[in-house]
């Protein structure tokens, strides 16, 4: 429950409370503000934004070291009510990496006690080698209800991992798999979602639907929808911007078939998908992108490490170029060809390999838990 002292509580669904904590484990425990998006007597619809700028009448809502803001017209609905809400980050990430000075004329109504609550120390950017290392597990069509099972013994196993962990499911398992990880360090993922919010669209799922569910992440253009589905870059980068719109965070897929590698192609191949997939407005706070070698996926075999770091070096300075290197180099780059416990420490060490996709070895939590445990040594590795 969030409260403010002298006030009536502010309290949240657990599906909502459990998210922002994820927010703030992810991307900092400052500048997210919950506004109104629309009202009325039907009842009030929220947003939770990055925000770079406290205004004077924000208030600020605490939990297990959390901060949020609360926008003055927010604060007229939300005291002493029960509220679930969109939860992801809309608009712009939060670009700053120092607290924001306070305006004077905040600060002669606030003693700077209160002005620290709302703007702590801000977290060190999520940059260069303190890129935090992501574990997505990509359970593709496999999965019923009693494998949930593995998650809880994840869960169980590693209940605070110094990497961050995703599973992405079927659409089938995604509610059952959100409440499995509530209050848990592991994240939940779609697999893949609609250009559209709604419509004559039998048998596809929506970006607000996976949200809806309980999602929070989803992954975007993997070969095999490409293959299969005839997804285009087009499709792909409409399906990005769809996701953020419904404030999912996106792993777009990007790599080369084997005819590709073979015909010297890799670095063409790879350019392209990037320059015509990932759309504008790409942040490090709602994108990661993913270099799965087609070849390598579910064969067994493995680029050497040269190859791989090659292609994540190209990719580290495609983002670059095209956004910066400020938001650039906090993108994190995932490795997703047949990562393994047997490989996942050598591969994980690699420059710019800021986690894995990982396909097979999802599906166990102790293969998955080994994964995670050579996440968290790289990531020691490197401070």
Known sequence: MFSIPGQAPV??????AAQIARLMARDGRHGLKIGVKKGGCAGMEYTMDYVDAADPHDEVIEQDG???????????????T???YATGCWNRAFASTTPMSPNPAVAANRS???????WPRAAEPSEGPMRRKLIAGNWKMHGLGADLAEVRALIAAHP????????????TLIHRLAQACADSAVAVGGQTCHIAVAGAHTGDISAAMLADAGAQWVIV?????RAD???????????????????????LCVGETEAERDAGRTLDVVGRQLANSVPDGATPHRLAIAYEPVWAIGTGRTPTADQIAEVHRFIRAEINARIGAAGGQGIRILYG???KPANAADILAIADVDGGLIGGASLKADDLGAIVVAAEAAAQARI
């Open 337 to 339: 060809g047949s990562m």
């Open 229 to 251: 589905h005839g997804e285009t870059d087009a499709i792909v980068a409409t399906q990005c911007r769809a996701a953020w719109d419904a404030g999912l965070f996106a792993i």
């Open 221 to 225: 253009g993997h070969s095999e929808r």
């Open 112 to 118: 700077s006690s209160a002005m620290s609550r709302i």
């Open 82 to 84: 029960e509220i679930d």
């Open 66 to 80: 959390a901060r949020v803001l609360i926008a003055p017209m927010a604060q007229m609905f939300l005291f002493g």
């Open 160 to 171: 605070a991992p110094a990497c961050e962990v995703a599973i992405c499911a079927p659409a």
């Open 11 to 16: 309290t949240l669904t657990p599906a909502a």
